[in-house]
């Protein structure tokens, strides 16, 4: 996939996420980041257990935006436990 194709998957994956579990975006950037990071840790996680990773279809949306939610869910369990928020 080219960079413009992983940026638009992380943006759309990073807001479905952002949307599913804090009902708001965290921002263009961060979703984009969060995204992005949900796209390769999904596709990773997903080839390690023999499904198809990230391909630049359906799936990949539905892979990378799962990741994300665990990113970010993580995220916010972090954030909360260190005192930051």
């Known amino acids: 996939m080219c960079v413009l194709s992983w940026i638009l998957l992380g943006l759309i994956a990073g807001v479905i996420a952002s949307k599913i579990v804090n009902k708001g975006g965290d921002g263009a ?27 630049a279809d359906l799936w990949s949306m539905f892979v990378a935006a799962i990741a994300a939610i665990a990113i970010l869910v993580f995220y916010h369990a972090l954030l909360r436990f260190s005192g930051w928020r």
């Open 29 to 55: 950037i961060l979703d984009i980041v969060l995204g992005i990071l949900g796209a390769l840790v999904g596709g990773y996680v997903f080839n390690t257990f023999g499904e198809v990773g990230v391909t």
